[in-house]
T-cell receptor, first 111, second 112 residues
């Protein structure tokens, strides 16, 4: 039982490049989330998916897109990376009303 | 804009003391709160969940919720150096369970 897994763990991009962050969970959770964490800012919700086939914007969705590929997988795409997107990205999953379980994070640097 | 606010710290306490971490929130409709612990370079993990007024105890941890004052706190008794971490308070957005808004976190340092 791996919980929530994320790939890659580290990534360096040049401004304007694109990439997709992958997330998968094996806990049969309906809901999945993408957060970013910047120093002194706590966790901010980018997008979430309440169930397979649905996605919705969070606090800071600009510059990102998501895909809920199936119940297990939820990906985050940066179409044209900007230095302001340098951050640590966490994926999480939960059952409704239950705690959120977090993946190990992806450290992204955009130069 | 619904908010959850925490003092960023650092809060420094001696080993064996009680550490008191506080959080205020703006959404009167929020029904429940979560406390997460995050070690440096790691992901957040749940410490406590509280949804009713009053206290909830789990081992050395006690969460307190005061809905009238829109205030939630976490007490850590007999603090240990291993408790040194950032503690994040989170409450649901729009009174629901599926989305959480997190405070910026309070850094706790327990010194021997």
């Amino acid at each position: 039982n791996a919980g929530v897994t994320q790939t890659p763990k580290f990534q360096v991009l040049k401004t304007g490049q694109s990439m997709t962050l992958q997330c998968a969970q094996d806990m049969n959770h309906n809901s999945m989330y993408w957060y970013r964490q910047d120093p002194g800012m706590g966790l901010r919700l980018i997008y979430y998916s309440a169930s397979e086939g649905t996605t919705d914007k969070g606090e800071v969705p600009n510059g990102y897109n998501v895909s809920r590929l199936n119940k297990r997988e939820f990906s985050l795409r940066l179409e044209s990376a900007a230095p302001s997107q340098t951050s640590v990205y966490f994926c999480a999953s939960s059952s409704p009303g239950d705690e959120q379980y977090f993946g190990p994070g992806t450290r992204l640097t955009v130069t | 804009q619904k908010e959850v606010e925490q003092n960023s710290g650092p809060l420094s306490v001696p080993e064996g003391a009680i550490a008191s971490l506080n959080c205020t929130y703006s959404d009167r409709g929020s029904q429940s709160f979560f406390w997460y612990r995050q070690y440096s370079g790691k992901s957040p993990e749940l410490i406590m969940f509280i949804y009713s007024n009053g206290d909830k105890e789990d081992g050395r941890f006690t969460a307190q919720l005061n809905k009238a004052s829109q205030y939630v706190s976490l007490l850590i008794r007999d603090s240990q150096p291993s408790d040194s971490a950032t503690y994040l308070c989170a409450g649901p957005i729009s009174g629901g369970y599926n989305k959480l808004i997190f405070g910026a976190g309070t850094r706790l340092a327990v010194h021997p």
